[in-house]
T-cell receptor, first 114, second 111 residues
Framework: SAVISQKPSRDICQRGTSLTIQCQVD?????MFWYRQQPGQSLTLIAT?????????ESGFVIDKFPISRPNLTFSTLTVSNMSPEDSSIYLC???????????FGSGTRLTVV | LAKTTQPISMDSYEGQEVNITCSHN???????ITWYQQFPSQGPRFIIQ???TKVTNEVASLFIPADRKSSTLSLPRVSLSDTAVYYC????????????FGSGTRLLVRP
């Protein structure tokens, strides 16, 4: 299965600022997924990012707040814009789904907004 | 409204078998059921995946009834290191298709 490098692993940010999270995959993948995991909660899908097209956002998530880039088949970024304390969560990227090993997840970015 | 539900928590002792069930009544016809393990400060880690009946690998078994509206993860002989949160993941078909994680089951294995 793919190996994902996700950066940064954690950050503490001031409200009103933006943070860009990067995911690098060791192989080419068609779809990449971005999730949010609020403290003590399950994972919620934010959006699906295909290379060469606009990301598809789930209900409750909008491009202005969570812009996504997918410049090639091994890389994607998620930006959390104009942050507020409610954005404090773990953000994870994921790839896969077509193999016998399900989806592979990055180690996550723990974001704290103060 | 598609829901994927699991027990909030379970307690067990070392060496026991643990069975965790996930209900997914709106599972999409062609989708697999996948289970993940998550430790604090880590991303979810793949455990097992299946479509129907029973699947077994070196760490777990997965039981899926014919209607596929639920699945049961079976950990044969748990150890202290199996203390973690366990999630099921399925594709569901409601007004549209989407991947949904279960609510997660926090397993505590005691000595």
């Amino acid at each position: 299965s793919a190996v994902i490098s996700q950066k940064p692993s954690r950050d503490i940010c001031q409200r009103g600022t933006s943070l860009t999270i990067q995911c690098q995959v060791d192989s080419q993948v068609t779809m990449m997924f971005w999730y949010r995991q609020q403290p003590g909660q399950s994972l919620t899908l934010i959006a699906t990012a295909n290379q060469g097209s606009e990301a598809t956002y789930e209900s409750g998530f909008v491009i202005d707040k969570f812009p996504i880039s997918r410049p090639n088949l091994t890389f994607s970024t998620l930006t959390v814009s104009n942050m507020s304390p409610e954005d404090s969560s773990i953000y994870l990227c994921s790839v896969g789904g077509q193999s016998n090993y399900g989806y592979t997840f990055g180690s996550g970015t723990r974001l704290t907004v103060v | 409204l598609a829901k994927t539900t699991q027990p909030i928590s379970m307690d067990s002792y070392e060496g026991q078998e643990v069975n965790i069930t996930c209900s997914h009544n709106n599972i999409a016809t062609n989708d697999y059921i996948t289970w993940y393990q998550q430790f604090p400060s880590q991303g979810p880690r793949f455990i097992i995946q299946g479509y129907k009946t029973k699947v077994t690998n070196e760490v777990a078994s997965l039981f899926i009834p014919a209607d596929r509206k639920s699945s049961t993860l079976s950990l044969p002989r748990v150890s202290l290191s199996d203390t973690a949160v366990y999630y099921c993941l399925v594709g569901v078909k409601d007004s549209s298709y989407k991947l949904i994680f279960g609510s997660g089951t926090r397993l505590l294995v005691r000595p």
